[in-house]
């Protein structure tokens, strides 16, 4: 019989994937897995399963990077019922989505092509860093990842305009949810500032990642932003209308 060792977080996004189906001890109901593209290394000595993708890597080099990996590594049992059953390697099972594991998997196991090309790494992929290095306990990488986090919403009023700029508006919801998750509350004044400019429709539906998980923010933090929108417009209907030349033409909005 085969046993899951599975982290799950109480606050972890909605997911869109459906929930892998229990394991009812006869291996019928234990869905297939497929192989992730890159990582799997065919000396690997530990698969890790995420949303029924499996990740055959190096559990020394892991457990070197994280004690929480290390503990779970310790609990995980051989399953007799896998694509590989034959070679007989422990599987843990994680709640985090694929494309998650896959980000942390790149830094930890790729960090040289990472430390060159750091700066064309994905916001998402950073954000996914982000999450797995708070959960297992990466200091380092939480740190640096953060400080990613922060050139596109900055902590200081005098880096706004050299910030880079994300490709999507909704990154901002994934800054915020960053922010309380790790407790790093420099990163909300422009998180929150950037979500204000999104309209009522996205703030309520939320960011869907390119892995077709939702991020939403919590209840408080969208009472902020509503709050937050009426502020800002009264403010810019309290702005002195700046002087205008009389040979240009006024802009008029609504023509």
């Known amino acids: 019989m085969s046993q899951r060792t599975t982290l799950q977080d109480p606050d972890e996004p909605q997911r869109k994937r459906p929930r892998t189906v229990p394991d009812s001890g006869t291996g019928s109901d234990e869905p297939p897995f497929s192989r992730d593209a890159k990582f799997w290394y065919p000396d690997g000595s530990i698969i890790i399963l995420a949303q029924n993708v499996g990740f ?70 950073i954000a996914n860093c982000v999450r797995l290095a708070h959960k ?56 929150l500032y950037c979500c204000c400019q999104m309209n009522a429709r996205e703030l309520m539906d939320g960011y869907e990642r390119s892995d077709g998980t939702v991020d939403r923010l919590s209840k408080e933090d969208l009472e902020r932003c509503i709050d937050g929108k009426s502020h800002l417009s009264l403010h810019c209907m309290h702005r002195p209308i700046p002087h205008v030349h009389p040979h240009l033409p006024l802009y008029n909005p609504i023509a």
């Open 136 to 191: 297992y306990g990466i200091k380092d990488l939480l740190k640096d990842s953060l400080a990613e986090i922060e050139r596109y919403y900055p902590a200081k009023f005098e880096s706004w305009d050299t910030r880079a700029i994300p490709c999507a508006d909704g990154h901002a919801i994934i800054a915020v949810n960053l922010a309380r998750l790790t407790g790093t509350t420099s990163l909300l004044p422009a998180a």
């Open 56 to 125: 055959r890597v190096f559990k020394s080099l892991l457990a070197a990077s994280s004690d929480v990996f290390r503990d779970m590594f310790a609990l995980a049992q051989p399953s007799d019922h896998l694509q590989d059953a034959s070679d007989d390697y422990p599987v843990v099972h994680v709640s985090d989505t694929a494309a998650e594991m896959r980000s942390l998997l790149t830094v930890l196991l790729d960090a040289r092509q990472y430390m060159w090309a750091r700066r064309t790494f994905a916001f998402e992929d």
